[in-house]
């Protein structure tokens, strides 16, 4: 298998697509906009980058492997790889393809970044939950930056109308059965990582398919599956936008209407509805749509409450989440956060918070106005403990903390639910609605 820093000392600029740098720049100085390499002449940048290298002894240079499957061009990329190939299709479910497009077409430069970003808008403008666009997103860079590019059967994506098939050619580089509570990052290409990365696409935490899990659970779709086929050496993930049937007995739906009629959405009750039995279900709205995520579930309750946005959830939410913290550690007190404590249940996460968040998640780099009314936003809702607004936001908790939490706090925007207790083990932090009366 060929190494991603493979320098190609035959391979210069003029190999290169350059309508492909120049989005790659304008993306990485949006992400990064003060940042020095932005300065850069073209051949630098890209040597900064992991794109270009230099072999020390002869002094000769040229594109890396990385560079070439990013920024060249499909007739090109295939004299280094001869098996390379990508391809998206989407059925209706019947045997002919209503969209489909590869990288040997010719309408675009066939490399794996136009692919990422082609690929990206489609699923953006197909899929209108940002949490499920989300995850997709996060697959696709996966196979990406997994892929044996040597391999043969090229990267695929398929849709299909019940089900995403995402294959690549190279087997898993860690158990299968880890993948999806793996913390270790294991890198075939590490050049192409580091690529993407620098754009805040991916991390090397080894986390991205677990959090693709939790949220499929989130939203009760079937549990993602992945296939080895150790004979064509290739890796199969399948995404079902089935929904998992879930019994609710009549003793959950009587405990269910009892605490939902005593809690109301009133902060004076924050402490009943914090204790809302796990079972609770949020009706999100997308764009202020009664759009359900799980609506045969939704019907069973819809007897037991009239108001749809008087479901609520408790706020106890992410299960082994790496960003998760001890209960202790949510107010000012500078306490080690520990991973085994106290952690959130990702199947009772509240849907439309998950959404009100997208865009924290999507983009690493937000002004701290944007950030800061996100974060009110999302305790509009509901209160939320400091390990939950480091899920929803993917930040660290001292992140969110130092930089929002503090300030929102001494402004008055926000207050305590145990003010007189700051290292109450169940704090979490209101919206404070007398800001608004002021």
Not at 57 to 81: C, N, P
Not at 225 to 240: C, E, K
Request: glycine share 4%.
């Amino acid at each position: 298998m060929l190494q991603d820093n493979l320098i190609l000392e035959h391979y210069g600029l003029n190999e290169l697509n350059f309508d492909t740098i120049k989005s790659y720049r304008d993306r990485f100085a949006e992400v990064k906009p003060a940042h020095p390499w932005n300065a850069l002449e073209t051949k630098e940048f890209l040597y900064k980058v992991g794109a270009w290298g230099k072999v020390r002894d002869t002094h000769k240079e040229g594109v890396t492997l990385a560079g070439l499957l990013l920024f060249s061009e499909e007739r090109i990329i295939t004299e280094v790889l001869p098996q390379y190939f990508l391809e998206y299709r989407e059925s209706k479910g019947n045997e002919e393809w209503t969209e489909r497009f590869t990288s040997q077409d010719g309408t675009w430069s066939g490399n794996i970044f136009d692919f990422y970003f082609h690929i990206h808008e489609i699923v953006r403008n197909s899929e209108p939950q940002p949490s499920i666009a989300s995850s997709l997103t996060e697959v696709l860079i996966n196979m990406l930056i997994h892929a044996d590019y040597n391999g043969e059967g090229g990267v695929i994506l398929e849709k299909q109308p019940s089900h995403y098939v995402f294959s690549n050619p190279g087997l898993l580089l860690v158990p299968t059965d880890s993948v999806f509570s793996n913390t270790v990052s294991q890198l075939r290409n590490p050049n192409i990582v580091k690529l993407f990365s620098l754009l805040g696409l991916c991390e090397r935490s080894g986390s991205g398919l677990k959090k693709v899990k939790q949220n499929w659970s989130l939203h009760h779709y079937k549990t993602p599956a992945i296939d080895q086929d150790v004979s064509m050496h290739r890796t199969v993930v399948t995404l079902s936008l089935s929904t998992q049937e879930r019994q609710v007995s009549s003793s959950e739906k009587d405990t269910y209407n009892t605490s939902i009629t005593d809690s109301g959405n009133n902060f004076k009750d924050v402490e009943k509805y914090q204790n809302t039995p796990e079972n609770n279900v949020e009706i999100d709205s997308y764009n202020k749509n009664n759009y359900s995520y799980n609506k045969g579930l939704i019907e069973e309750f819809k007897s037991y409450n009239n108001d749809n946005n008087s479901f609520n959830k408790e706020g106890n939410y992410y299960n082994n989440d790496d960003n998760s913290c001890n209960n202790n550690h949510n107010s000012y007190n500078n306490e080690q956060e520990e991973d085994s404590s106290n952690l959130v249940n990702v199947e009772n996460i509240d849907t439309k918070l998950w959404d009100i968040a997208a865009l924290a998640r999507e983009k690493k780099r937000l002004s701290p106005n944007q950030m800061e009314h996100i974060i009110l936003e999302l305790c509009k809702e509901k209160p939320l403990m400091l390990k939950e607004f480091a899920y929803l936001l993917e930040r660290t908790p001292d992140g969110v903390r130092n930089n929002y939490l503090t300030k929102l706090l001494r402004k008055g925007q926000l207050q305590l639910k145990y003010p007189n207790q700051p290292n109450h083990p169940k704090q979490a932090y209101l919206f404070n609605k007398k800001d608004i009366e002021k």
